[in-house]
């Protein structure tokens, strides 16, 4: 099946540690963008990627990191500087300033 | 930053009514789109909206480009309980190397009372 795939569903982070979501696409798709959502808010653009190699920050980036090494896939990386992490964390791509489908959505706690 | 206000925040209704949300802005875009998010999933698609005026309807949903360019509404005939959800407005403004990007509304949550 086409689509977006984020893994895990649920992930636990510990005090000090950096953990890593998963986000992998086989639509094809050049453009791949992070998103954070908390309850009773939009979501939030967090680093974005037009092409394999190159990425921009969102309007919250701050404790966070990503990488676009290959189309198909762009990870984000929950470091320790992100104090407030517990969140619900949504991946999307799209063809060139086309529309943008999401994945399924990765929730992130601190244990 | 651009501003989407959407209202109302929740609705809840009984089945078979009609409802109505919609969507301003502090500044234009050049596209509106409408999204359904469920419990612990991603957002859906649910129409998109490209010309001021617009009007597009998906089966029971209809949703219009407003003239402004700064407002969409989205409307939900006959309702079911499988409506229940959150709704969002998003709007992009194409313009130079940040033209993909959204902005989303906070969203309305419906709740559908068989």
């Known amino acids: 099946d086409g689509g977006i795939t984020q893994s895990p569903k649920y992930l636990f982070r510990k005090e000090g540690q950096n953990v890593t979501l998963s986000c992998e696409q086989n639509l094809n798709h050049d453009a791949m963008y992070w998103y954070r959502q908390d309850p009773g808010q939009g979501l939030r653009l967090i680093y974005y990627?037009?092409?394999?190699?190159?990425?921009q920050k969102g309007d919250i980036a701050e404790g966070y990191s990503v990488s676009r090494e290959k189309k198909e896939s762009f990870p984000l990386t929950v470091t320790s500087a992100q104090k407030n992490p517990t969140a619900f964390y949504l991946c999307?791509?799209?063809?060139?300033?086309?529309?943008?489908?999401f994945g399924a959505g990765t929730r992130l706690s601190v244990l | 930053g651009q501003q989407l206000n959407q209202s109302p925040q929740s609705m809840f209704i009984q089945e078979g009514e009609d409802v109505s949300m919609n969507c301003t802005s502090s500044?234009?875009?050049?596209?509106w789109l409408w999204y359904k998010q469920e419990p612990g999933e991603g957002p859906v698609l649910l129409i998109a909206?490209?010309?001021?005026?617009e009007l597009t309807s998906n089966g029971r949903l209809t949703a219009q480009f407003g003239i402004t360019r700064k407002d969409s509404f989205l409307n939900i005939s006959a309702s079911i309980p499988s409506d229940v959800g959150i709704y969002f407005c998003?709007?992009?403004?194409?313009?130079?190397?940040?033209?993909?990007?959204?902005?989303f509304g906070k969203g309305t949550l419906l709740t559908v009372n068989p």
């Open positions: 999307a791509s799209s063809s060139t300033g086309n529309i943008q489908y």
């Open positions: 998003a709007g992009q403004l194409r313009s130079g190397g940040s033209n993909y990007k959204l902005t």
């Open positions: 990627s037009q092409i394999v190699n190159d990425f």
């Open positions: 909206l490209y010309k001021a005026g």
């Open positions: 500044s234009i875009f050049n596209t």
